[in-house]
């Protein structure tokens, strides 16, 4: 197996853009095996189409994001749920 | 290289093709059935969604209309689907009649697993993401089924002529 990803750091632009705030500090759970982890542990490689984001325990997608020119698609059927801070 | 995850390593040894219809019948190739099958030379332009082209290259594969041939379906739609988890959906037409191939050999070398060896689809005629790397087979459908771009926004068919690089485009 090669090492062609990047952190999760690398989704940042693009999470920002569509959630409007900073969502690498956003813990996610993967669906497929449970890992708990902050969006930036996660796995991504973005010398493809789009940025495919896996989980770093069972390397099974968690998050996909695709960008066009005018419009985003947010792939997140391997993600269980994701746990955002907001101010209290 | 584009990848959308770690990259496979399929020895040949334990690599196996296998063509599925829609009623579930399988024909399977291991890899010294595939080489012993007639093997042809393509000189084509590759169009990458990511704008990029690159003209007249050069590999050599078995057409999908050998391995087809003998495959009885009524299926307009295919599935193509590879190690590592990656596939991508074609019209069933669109493999056939001298348009697609499993390359096994890229510039009269052995095909790197870094570009999807020991073998991939070859489809030029559509965007580059429907020529799958690390093929393992093709699913038969009576449906179209999108695959791994195609649910994430890109278009099913992806005419590079047309542009078709999103949905709806």
């Known amino acids: 197996m090669s ?3 990047v952190d999760g750091n690398a989704l940042a632009g693009d999470l920002q853009e569509i959630f409007a705030m900073d969502m690498t500090a956003a813990t ?3 669906a497929g095996c449970g890992y708990r982890g902050a969006v930036a542990t996660l796995r991504v490689y973005q010398r493809a ?4 984001a896996r989980c770093p325990s069972c390397e099974k997608v968690v998050l996909r994001v695709v960008r066009g020119p005018d419009r985003a698609w947010l792939d997140l059927r391997g993600t269980l749920n994701l746990e955002i801070p907001l101010p209290s | 290289m584009l990848t959308a995850g770690p ?3 399929v020895p040949s040894d334990r690599w196996e093709f296998t063509v599925t219809t829609e009623t579930g019948q399988r024909h399977t190739w291991s890899w010294q059935q595939m080489m012993a099958l007639p093997a042809e030379t393509i000189t084509v ?3 990458c969604v990511t704008k990029w082209s690159k ?3 050069h590999w050599q594969g078995v057409s999908l209309d050998t391995l087809l041939a003998e495959v009885e379906t009524a299926a307009d739609y ?3 689907q590879c190690y590592g988890g990656y596939t991508t959906n074609l019209p069933l037409e669109d493999l056939l009649d001298g348009q697609a191939w499993v390359a096994y050999r890229y510039d009269d070398e052995d095909l790197a697993a870094e570009h999807g060896g020991p073998a991939r689809l070859l489809v030029p005629h559509l965007y580059f993401w429907k020529s799958a790397k690390w093929v393992r087979g093709i699913q038969l459908l009576l449906e179209d089924e999108p695959g791994f771009w195609e649910t994430a926004g890109y278009h099913d068919y992806g005419d590079p002529w047309r542009e078709q690089r999103y949905q709806g485009d």
């Open chain 2, 7 to 9: 990259t496979p390593r």
């Open chain 2, 45 to 47: 332009d590759l169009h």
């Open chain 1, 49 to 52: 189409p789009g940025l495919v």
């Open chain 2, 78 to 80: 295919a599935l193509a």
């Open chain 1, 28 to 30: 996610g759970r993967c």
């Open chain 2, 55 to 57: 003209l007249g290259t």
């Open chain 1, 3 to 5: 090492n062609d990803y």
